[in-house]
């Protein structure tokens, strides 16, 4: 054991499920599950709601949020609450709550720590219960024996681990802005009806003249994905995107996902590979969730694919897509809680359709913006990266951080 590193049980530097008092018919900070992005530092609520007495965790500010149940745990769905000061929050009874206690362990340092290979793959090997819905063991990690350097070092550790958050951080809101900038000029030119020449154009049945009320199919190929056989396991680990609902979460270009497919793999199903900048839309489940494909990529069957006729037509069709979610949900819903909308149902959906020369001139405007979110996207996960090769080496002491600032230092 490196000198000034200590050993103890998990419990004996951790609150596990620490108590967290709130109120009956208050509301609070609330965060679901899909709400956790995979291997992502942080979740920012989105939506209060008001706690109901119910058993799902409770979390503070800075807490961390622990998946325990197959695949989240698996795909990384561990991340710190970010709630503002004195803010308390509550999620999925699926959730771990870890907080670190006083002068033992440094709270940031303890995320990294949790979201290693070595810890997380404990807590996968713990798992207990039915296929498909297994659930790691509180007793088992409660008793797992952990080596922690001194609080000073693990501080040290996590400040050098928490730049690379920072930077992904400040990337994903200036993502959140252009998509934002984006999407009101899509607003004004389409929704609002004040696009260029609007003030001498005749309107005809509420719409436009030369604009159309169209069907999804009208604007491209629909495309329903389809999983390759699992039992082939030569089919899976290649280089071409699979992609899932989780996988297009807050996510407006696809440039990374859990799973991935050989060429065998795609060959065994080719009519559903899909081009860049084809658009997906999950229909089945959680319905109305939109994101572009950034490579030739298949998509399972949740999924439906508008393989777009023309380029210009992106950016328009991925806010109009955006807006169907509420359509989507009522369409395909079953009298059961999934919504499940066929493509049939998918491709007959209407939506406007302008006249082909303002749909080019709004992707003339939008496309740059489309391109830095997506450049801003492949510099996160290149940062991802970057921390998580540092991850275990620093935690584990085999990388002090004397020694990678003396390397950073002459490669200056």
């Not at 018919?25 to 706690?51: A, C, H, L, N, R």
């Not at 609080?151 to 809101?173: F, G, H």
């Not at 039992?231 to 996510?251: A, E």
């Not at 149902?345 to 209407?350: A, T």
Request: net charge positive; glycine share 8%; with cysteine.
């Amino acid at each position: 054991m490196k000198e000034g590193w200590n050993k103890y049980k998990f419990r004996e530097v951790v609150n596990f499920q620490p108590s967290v008092k709130l109120q009956k018919g208050e509301s609070y900070w609330f965060i679901p599950m899909e709400d956790i992005q995979e291997k992502t530092s942080y979740v920012f609520p989105k939506q209060k709601k008001v706690f109901d007495g119910s058993s799902g965790a409770k979390f503070k500010d800075k807490d961390i949020i622990f998946s325990r149940i197959t695949p989240c745990l698996q795909n990384g769905k561990i991340s710190q609450a970010v709630l503002g000061e004195n803010q308390s929050g509550f999620g999925s009874t699926e959730y771990f709550v870890f907080r670190g206690k006083d002068k033992l362990v440094d709270q940031k340092f303890l995320f990294y720590f949790v979201t290693s290979d070595a810890f997380t793959g404990s807590a996968i090997n713990s798992m207990v219960g039915a296929s498909g819905r297994q659930r790691a063991d509180k007793g088992y990690i409660s008793n797992l024996d952990i080596i922690l350097p001194p609080i000073d070092e693990q501080k040290a550790i996590s400040n050098v681990l928490s730049t690379y958050d920072d930077l992904i951080v400040n990337n994903t809101k200036r993502i959140a802005i252009l998509e934002q900038m984006a999407e009101q000029i899509y607003k004004e030119w389409f929704v609002r009806m004040r696009f260029p020449g609007h003030e001498n154009t005749k309107f005809v049945k509420g719409i436009p003249e030369g604009w159309e009320v169209s069907k999804i199919k009208d604007f491209g190929k629909v495309v329903t994905g389809k999983t390759p056989s699992t039992n082939v396991s030569d089919y899976y680990d290649g280089p071409y995107p699979f992609i899932k609902t989780p996988d297009m979460h807050g996510n407006i270009f696809i440039l990374e996902t859990v799973e991935t497919l050989s060429q065998r793999g795609v060959d065994s199903q080719k009519s559903q590979l899909i081009p860049a900048n084809s658009i997906s839309v999950s229909c089945i489940g959680t319905g109305g969730v939109v994101s572009i494909a950034a490579e030739p990529s298949m998509t399972n069957q949740q999924i439906h694919t508008l393989i777009i006729k023309k380029n210009h037509l992106r950016e328009y069709m991925f806010f109009t897509l955006k807006g169907l979610k509420e359509t989507i949900e009522l369409f395909g819903a079953t009298g059961a809680t999934m919504t499940n909308l066929s493509k049939g149902k998918f491709e007959k959906l209407l939506v406007i359709k302008p006249n082909d020369e303002l749909l080019q001139s709004y992707s003339n405007i939008v496309k740059p913006i489309f391109d830095e979110i997506k450049n801003i996207g492949t510099q996160n996960i290149s940062l991802k990266s970057s921390r998580e090769l540092l991850l275990p080496r620093l935690i584990s002491g085999k990388l002090s951080v004397e020694h990678l600032t003396s390397k950073l230092q002459e490669t200056a």
